[in-house]
C-alpha cells in the first residue's frame, strides 16, 4: 500500500504542477508541463540523493516564505464572521476532507524512509518528524484558516485556487505571483520528495526479495537507480493519463491505510519497545481508518482492487521465492 500511494503520489504533484502552470500560462499545456515536470524529478533523483535534498531544502524555504507572506498580506482583510456557517459540509464534509488532506500532510513519513541514509537515525528521525509535523500543523492552519477569514468556506471550497482567490480579494498583484510561484515550487518538491523516498523502499523491498531483487542493483555511486527507474515509470504513467482528484483519493487511500498497519503494529509491540502510549496507535487505527472509508465511493474501490492485487501478486511471489530448487 506504500508504493501504491507513494508511486502515484509523484504523478499527482506533477499533475498540480502542470495545473498551477497552465493556469498562470495558458499555451502550455497542463499534461506537457506534467510530464516536463516528472522527468526533471526523476533526473534530478536519479542523481543521488546528496543532490536532491540539496534542492529539496532550497525550494522548502522559498516555498515557505512565500506561503507566510500571502497569509500576512490577507490578514487585514480577515472577518470572524467569514467562519459562520462553521462546516457547512457537515462532519461527512470535515471527514472526506480531511481523507484527501492527507495526501498533503504525509511529507514528514519521507523523513522514516530514508533511514538507511541518516545519521544517528533513533535520535535523529523521531526528533525531526515531531518538529516537521509541530511546524507543517502551524503552518496549515495559519494560511488555511487565513483564506477561510478572507473569503469564507464555501469560496474557498468552490475555488481551484483558494490563495490566489484570496490574493485578488484583497487586491494584491505581488501576492497573486507569490502564490503562482509558490505553488510551482511546492507541488515539485513534494513530488521529488516522494520519488525519493518510495525509490529507498522499493530497493528495501526487493533486497528483502518481497519484489523482484533485480531492482536491488546499486550504481557506482551507491544509488538505487533501477528501483529509481521503476518508480519512475508509474510517476510517468500517471503525470500523462490519470485524472487528478482520483489520483489523488486513490493516494490518500493507499496512505491511510498502510498508517493503519503501522498503528497495528505499534499496538502490538512490547512495552520495552513502544515509545508512546498503546491508546495513541488505538486512536491512530481508529482514525486513518474512518478517514480512509469517508473517501469518494469509486476511489475506495480502485484502492481495495490495488490492495487485493497487491495480496495476490505477494502470495504467488512468497510461493516463487520459497519454492525448493531441485
Avoid at 510517476?235 to 486513490?250: D, G, N, Y
Wanted: glycine share 8%; net charge positive.
Amino acid at each position: 500500500m506504500f508504493l501504491v500511494a507513494n508511486t502515484v503520489g509523484p504523478g499527482v504533484s506533477a499533475l498540480a504542477f502542470g495545473s498551477y502552470l497552465h493556469a498562470v500560462l495558458p499555451v502550455i499545456p497542463d499534461r506537457l508541463a506534467a510530464i516536463a515536470a516528472a522527468v526533471v524529478m526523476i533526473a534530478l533523483d536519479a542523481s543521488g540523493i546528496r543532490r536532491s535534498v540539496r534542492a529539496t531544502g532550497v525550494i522548502v524555504i522559498i516555498s515557505i516564505i512565500s506561503l507566510v507572506l500571502v497569509a500576512i498580506i490577507g490578514l487585514p482583510s480577515a472577518h470572524l464572521a467569514n467562519l459562520s456557517p462553521f462546516a457547512p459540509g457537515g462532519i461527512a464534509g470535515v471527514l472526506r476532507a480531511s481523507g484527501l488532506l492527507f495526501f498533503a500532510y504525509t511529507g514528514y513519513s519521507r523523513i522514516a524512509t530514508l533511514v538507511e541514509e541518516v545519521r544517528n537515525p533513533k535520535r535523529t528521525i523521531p526528533k525531526a518528524t515531531i518538529i516537521a509535523l509541530s511546524w507543517v500543523s502551524f503552518l496549515y492552519l495559519f494560511v488555511a484558516g487565513t483564506a477561510i477569514l478572507v473569503l469564507g468556506a464555501t469560496r474557498v471550497a468552490n475555488s481551484v485556487s483558494p490563495l490566489e482567490a484570496m490574493m485578488i480579494a484583497v487586491g494584491s498583484g505581488l501576492g497573486v505571483a507569490l502564490v503562482a510561484g509558490g505553488a510551482l515550487l511546492t507541488t515539485f518538491n513534494e513530488g521529488l520528495s516522494d520519488l525519493l523516498g518510495v525509490s529507498r523502499v522499493a530497493f528495501a523491498m526487493s533486497r528483502e526479495k518481497d519484489l523482484p531483487h533485480s531492482l536491488a542493483r546499486l550504481g557506482s555511486d551507491k544509488n538505487p537507480w533501477r528501483s529509481v527507474l521503476f518508480v519512475s515509470a508509474i510517476t510517468l504513467l500517471v503525470a500523462a493519463f490519470a485524472p487528478l482528484e482520483a489520483s489523488i483519493a486513490i493516494s490518500s487511500f493507499g496512505t491511510l491505510l498502510y498508517y493503519s498497519i503501522t498503528n497495528v503494529s505499534a499496538l502490538k509491540l512490547p512495552a520495552h519497545q513502544r515509545s508512546f502510549p498503546r491508546v495513541l496507535a488505538l486512536i491512530g487505527l481508529i482514525g486513518c481508518l474512518g478517514l480512509a472509508f469517508a473517501l469518494p465511493l469509486q476511489d475506495i474501490i480502485i484502492g481495495l482492487v490495488l490492495l487485493a492485487a497487491g495480496l495476490v501478486f505477494h502470495t504467488v511471489w512468497l510461493r516463487i521465492k520459497l519454492k525448493p530448487e531441485n
